[in-house]
């Protein structure tokens, strides 16, 4: 069945850091792509997404390229502000099955001053 | 925003009691859904509807009911509350026909 794999947290980097939060599927047919985050005590909200092959979602300085080959979805910044301490949620929806979006268990991210 | 609220946003009840969560939307979406959110577990599936008394399972749905009689709202029902319910609950809408879903604030429950 379909599946996310997302690394484990928390991730804790300096402000002005790199961010990788790495994102790997499963999935039959060509699923949608999407990286949620939820800051504290608050819902859910969409970051980007993408729903083909070499498609590159991108908001708020984040990006993401759907590919393929690798099954991968990974979460890139360039530099990281306090701001963005959340828990990050990679996942998936098939086409076939919309109703059926599949999350990763998400990854903390902790940034500090 | 996508104009939804839940209610209560935090709830303690004992086991045995039945419990009601209410999803409202504003914006008219046919899909609504359900889902509970664990530690190492992400978000996961109780049920969804896609339409007014149109409902269907989700991943995890036992122990779980749930009813749409009007666009606008829609009842998770926990008949007899357990302590493995505890958790907090996401509603999320979906604006057909794109798939992106979105959430609701959360409801949290501790039953003790």
């Known amino acids: 069945g379909n599946s996310v794999t997302q690394m484990e947290g928390p991730v804790t980097l300096s402000e002005e850091a790199f961010l990788t939060i790495n994102c790997t599927y499963t999935a039959t047919g060509y699923p949608s792509l999407f990286w949620y985050v939820q800051y504290p005590g608050e819902g859910l909200q969409l970051l980007l997404k993408a729903t083909k092959a070499d498609d590159k979602g991108s908001n708020k300085g984040f990006e993401a390229t759907y590919r393929k080959e690798t099954t991968s979805f990974h979460l890139e910044k360039g530099s990281v502000q306090v701001s963005d301490s959340a828990v990050y949620f990679c996942?998936?929806?098939?086409?076939?099955?919309?109703?059926?979006?599949?999350f990763g268990t998400g990854t903390r991210l902790q940034v500090f001053p | 925003d996508a104009g939804i609220t839940q209610s209560p946003r935090h709830k303690v009840t004992e086991t045995g009691t039945p419990v009601t969560l209410r999803c409202h939307q504003t914006?008219?979406?046919?899909?609504m859904y359900w889902y509970r959110q664990d530690p190492g577990h992400g978000l996961r599936l109780i049920h969804y509807s896609y339409g007014v008394k149109d409902t269907d399972k989700g991943e995890v749905s036992d122990g779980y009911s749930v009813s749409r009689s009007k666009t606008e709202d829609f009842l998770l029902t926990l008949e007899s509350a357990t302590s493995s319910q505890t958790s907090v609950y996401f509603c999320?809408?979906?604006?057909?026909?794109?798939?992106?879903?979105?959430f609701g604030p959360g409801t949290r429950l501790l039953v003790l």
């Open positions: 999320a809408i979906r604006q057909s026909p794109q798939e992106t879903q979105y």
């Open positions: 996942a998936l929806s098939d086409t076939q099955s919309p109703d059926k979006l599949i």
């Open positions: 914006e008219n979406h046919r899909y």
